[in-house]
């Protein structure tokens, strides 16, 4: 049952529990529909405790319970149960019964994939779990919190060839197994997987030696071709968080399972990774240089979290960017060391813009450590892991890479073993260098992307660059404090050459002025280079500066960024003005379209428009209502300016990028096929998509096949390779997924809704799935000018799916809400129609707890 009034949870009311659990021991007899698990606990009160033993529990039939052997009744109350319990040590003992097979919500024991309604699962259905954040309590009552760690040892019993849980395997006989895991570790890392399964073996010496058995397993069939290079990037991260961070792995195994039925990306549970698994299988045929590059980052971040989120875990779950942003922000890095850095930054400050500041600019903005919550599925969010990373990379900049390491080294060492919190973390930092952190953690506890203008001015040799910041207030924060800002700034010649390196300005009040002596002649700034903080830049600059840093800038983000803003503000100027496509921009992108001393892949990055979901977040900045079709057309419009005016190179650029030799997934290789996909977009406009056709037909490995396809659906052709992809890929969910999003997404904005509509009804769609149901809907409302018809067909579509799939699984509901987080940005009309549609989803009956905290944040 759902909570009748759903309560809200504060950071301040933060107590520990009053027992320690010194050992537990759990018995899963698994049944589809009736899996019995039995409980063994030991648990110590603690000191100073209250003595109110409280067990969470949720959708849970209790068969029995005990307490050092005697069997007792206890009260079952709203999300648990209560005892009577004895002042000493005591053994608390319980049999509860649940069903993973009709568990469509993901969380807790479940099976994937899902049984078709009112029938029994498939044989080929596997048993896995979700714990995190508080999926444990649907497995057996405990105290589900991050701060009560224990040792577990778990025996499975049933028929599946292949029973896993966390830890070493202790024993395995004729229908069982049993697991040991030596590390104490909170519930939410507690995993169990069982079913038919085929591994894809490797193997890890560590640096003091120790043999390490790696697996990744999957269900038999062509997805055991699938699994070599997650294994490889499984053992790349391995070796990188030794020589980087110093991190041993610390079991005798290490499991990664693939789950079709995942409502995220992936779940670091102790020594048994469980994976979505379109974030582990990977082979050319079937999978883009992008999923590659994805599967890589997310096997590390996976890994890392052993060491920071699993050694050291999180108090509470308000603590949660203690353990995502710094594992995001060292998965960050570890794909800087492997490809490119500059191509992962600037890729990570796009991905940031999109997510993270839009959540940070609307009714959803939240600190990157929350006060509150209802329903903690809700905060798993872009602010919580991408913000929390940035400031990972900002006190690292603050502290420099030295002070960094040492800090790093002692969190470790003090740390280790414990559920921990941000004052623990900034404490680390402050003892190694001696610095005060308090301004800093506001970063922490204040929303909103800070906005930092910048004015200069030139004296006597002397150039001084004013700052201001000022962040706009966010929900329940009206007013906020200065922040300690690092601007990493440096100044070229009128004739490109740099005249002062990369400097790190601090800037601590809400005015700020830095100076640099003994200049020549009047610099042109490069500010916030490698985007040194998560802020939105204002400054007067014009389009010959904007061209000149794009050729000149040292740094390679700023380079980029120049190029970013040029394009931006010729965008805004043909939506708001009427202007037509500017010739400076159009020469400018020309010149990195043909200068083969730049990385091809940073080329794609500067080629590419900004979307228009970011063009529409400009515009409302600037005071205008954005209307998404004008956006659109505009941006049609200066991709095909673009395209006629590089006609002449194009053919030269795309043949140029042409890659020999059989696929491989590096960045190099990767680097050509993205600046070639880009060329074949443009070429696309001028050729009728001759070329693409022939991209198509030709195409070798997934990602050509898919730009080509990509590129004719962007004409409005591509009728007969949809539907021959459809006939080749029939089998291999995965790329169906592909099929259904690239509609979704590439439909023509008065289409849209007409097309996604008839995919879900496609007989390949079943919406239970959140792959499918994301590739589809989520694609769909990814398609801006689509998704916001004025019509609003688009969000009747969104909110009637929304409204059906709640009952079934209220996290990816809740998740995809954030499709209307930006209805504030649009015109009454508009606002209206949304806002008709979310009072519809919040009227619904039995609207889930997380479903309800959306939409009524999102409504404000
Ligand atoms: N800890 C996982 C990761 O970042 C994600 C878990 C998401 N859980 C959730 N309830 N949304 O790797
Ligand atoms: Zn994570």
Redesign the pocket.
Known sequence: MKDASPQTIHLKDYTPFGFEAESVELTFRLAPTATRVLSKIRFLPKEGGDGRFFLHGEDLTLISARIDGAPVTPRLVEGGLEAQVPAEPFIWEAEVEISPATNTAL?GLYMSPLAREGEAPGPGAMYCT?C??E?FRKITFYPDRPDVMSVFTVRIEGDAPVMLSNGNPVERGDGFAVWHDPWRKPAYLFALVAGDLRAHPGSFTTMSGKEVALNIWVRPGPDEDKCAFGMEALKRSMTWDEEVYGREYDLDVFNIVAVDDF??????NKGLNVFNSSCVLASPETSTDMNFERIEA?IA??YF?NWT?NRITCRDWFQLCL??GL?VFRDAQFTADMRSAPVKRISDVIALRARQFREDNGPLAHPVRPESFVE??NF?TATV?EKGAELIGMLKTLVGDAAYAKALDLYFERHDGDAATIEDWLKVFEDVTGRDLAQFKRWYAQAGTPRLSVTEDFKDGTYTLHFKQETPPTPGQPHKAPFVIPIAVGLLNPNGDEVVPTRVLEMTQAEQSFSFDGLPSKPVPSILRDFSAPVILERASDNTERAFLLAHDTDPFNKWEAGRALAKDVLCRMVSEGATPDGAYLDAALAVLRDDGLDPAFRALALRLPSEDDIAQTLFGAGITPDPVEIHTARETLSQALAQHAADTLPRIYAAMTVEGPYRPEAEDAGKRDLQGTVLGLLSRIDGGAQAAAQYDAAGNMTQQLAALSCLLMIDKGEPELARFYEQWKDDRLVIDKWFGMQALQAPPARAAAVTDALTRHPDFDFRNPNRFRATLGSFAANAAGFHAADGAGYRLLADWLIRLDPLNP?TTA?MTTSFETWKRYDADRQALIEGELRRILNTDGLSRDTTEMVSRILG
């Not at 409502?263 to 670091?268: F, H, I, L, Q, Y």
Request: charged share 30%.
């Open positions: 969380e979700q995190e954040a999926g409502n995220m990306g992936a779940m670091e997310i971040h996976e979290h989120g353990k995502e594992t903690i599925n798993y892991y996290q998740r």
